[in-house]
């Protein structure tokens, strides 16, 4: 199949769906929050009931601006409520109110690894409700569905980007960088595994060098990265092995199955006719001054992107940087420290390594310890000043995160103070030195590196305490 992928051009384009993180719903008063009993966080209005008019939640349409602008999208003047119309037992009303032919951000992109990825729209809708299937939740066996109306009326917005990407690696760059952007400016948590953010794909393929892009099939289903991923891989070689048989690949909606690692057909592929749309006649458009624009604007905070040029300005690698970004919680708290006046270099050492291994130990978020800013910062401040070295404060670090003490407090109660007195660091040189005659014949007979060993043995006996380059010119002196 790796040979036949040389013929074929692929063609991908994203649809994804991030729940806005408004505290009522769109267009109703009930609330959001995820987990709760089923069909506990339901209303007239949500329910669909005859009578009801729905009342536009303002700081969806915030929220809606805020993620336009960072996407780089233009903000239309004007941007109006459609009808959807389709049938589905966990849409109560028969129809979804969402937007069509006028969105609220039209003409996007953002980059990703150098490339631009466009993006032809982003519009607000309301979710539908969740239906729990024969074999889930304790229903093994049973043979109907129950449904959970609690999500119905949910806003969404919908981000649509051009077919611009050309591997699953792009898409999955894509995704990433989608959920950054709308996790750092606070619309939405990104939570793929409860549903807060999915991603639908659009794969085709073509033969390298044609401008006619294949037919597309829509895979849906899609809840993590890796899986995006896989279900784009798998799409892909169905696609070819298709067309290579002479056959023709159908336009359709397949659901991706992470257990048997294959897409399944669900359904044929609808064209915006078969929704049948029209204006929302109980919503009247939306006029969005630019005033309105300017105000939200202004409360944009820094993006992904934004933050990676500004830490590889301070010297930090394009990895370091970017794997901070990726992870909000290290970011935020990188900033404080950063602000407490602590040196990057130094404070990014802690957090790639140390700090980073423990959390990806325990399973578990910065937030979720109890070091602060400031007791990383006091901890390096100590490190620079030679009060303690830095393979104590490697030593120490764990236990801050754990118990919340500062670090002067663990040095002063353990007696960790980095020696400095060259006479006393002096004689622990010697004293190694003399219990290791052979080594130091091979050092002096041209054996350079074994000054490590040295040190090492130096640091042993000191408890890690001495002052390590006075250790090393001390070594170098007294070895010749």
């Not at 063609?11 to 506990?40: M, R």
């Amino acid at each position: 199949m790796e040979s036949l992928r040389d013929k074929y051009e692929v063609v991908i384009g994203l649809e994804v769906h991030a729940q806005l993180k408004t505290k009522s719903k769109i267009f109703a008063p009930d609330g959001t929050e995820f987990g709760k009993e089923p069909n506990s966080q339901t209303s007239p209005i949500t329910l669909g009931m005859p009578g009801v008019l729905p009342v536009l939640n303002r700081e969806v349409v915030n929220m809606g601006i805020l993620t336009g602008l960072a996407l780089n999208c233009e903000i239309p003047e004007r941007c109006k409520f459609d009808r959807k119309q389709y049938f589905y037992p966990d849409l109560p009303k028969g129809y979804q109110i969402s937007q069509y032919d006028e969105p609220i951000c039209v003409n996007g992109y953002i980059n990703i690894k150098g490339k631009r990825i466009g993006i032809t729209r982003a519009h607000l809708e309301e979710d539908a409700g969740k239906l729990v299937h024969a074999g889930a939740d304790g229903l093994a066996g049973s043979s109907y569905s129950l449904v959970d109306l609690n999500r119905a009326g949910t806003p969404l917005l919908e981000i649509v980007s051009e077919p611009d990407m050309r591997s699953s690696d792009e898409a999955r760059a894509y995704m990433e960088e989608l959920r950054n952007i709308v996790r750092y400016i606070g619309v939405c948590d990104g939570n793929l595994e409860e549903g807060s953010m999915r991603c639908d794909a659009n794969i085709s393929i073509m033969p390298k060098g044609s401008k006619t892009f294949g037919t597309r099939a829509e895979i849906k289903n899609v809840n993590s990265f890796s899986a995006l991923q896989r279900a784009i891989e798998y799409e892909i070689d169905r696609q070819i092995e298709i067309v290579e048989e002479g056959g023709e690949v159908v336009q359709e909606t397949r659901l991706w199955d992470d257990n048997a690692r294959e897409t399944k057909s669900m359904r044929g592929k609808e064209d915006a006719h078969d929704y049948r749309y029209f204006p929302e006649p109980d919503l009247m458009p939306l006029q969005i001054s630019r005033e309105w624009v300017q105000e939200i604007k202004d409360r944009m905070p820094e993006l992904p992107e934004a933050k990676r040029q500004r830490y590889m300005g301070l010297g930090l690698s394009e990895y370091d940087a970017s794997v901070i970004v990726e992870q909000m919680g290290l970011a935020l708290f990188f900033d404080e420290v950063l602000k407490l006046g602590a040196t990057p270099k130094i404070a990014v050492n802690f957090i790639m390594g140390e700090i980073a291994a423990y959390l990806k130990e325990e399973h578990i978020e910065i937030t979720d310890t109890k070091l602060t800013p400031e007791n990383l910062a006091e901890l390096i401040s100590l490190i620079e000043k030679n009060t303690i070295s830095n393979n104590i404060g490697k030593q120490i670090i764990i236990d801050m995160m754990k118990t919340g003490e500062k670090a002067s407090s663990i040095v002063e109660k353990r007696g960790l103070s980095q020696i400095t007195d060259e006479s006393a660091i002096k004689a622990v040189v010697q004293k190694v030195v003399d219990a290791n005659p052979q080594q130091v014949e091979a050092y002096k007979g041209g054996k350079t590196q074994l000054l490590g060993f040295f040190v090492g043995q130096v640091m042993k006996e000191t408890k890690g305490r001495a002052n390590p380059k006075a250790v090393n010119d001390l070594l170098k002196e007294i070895l010749g």
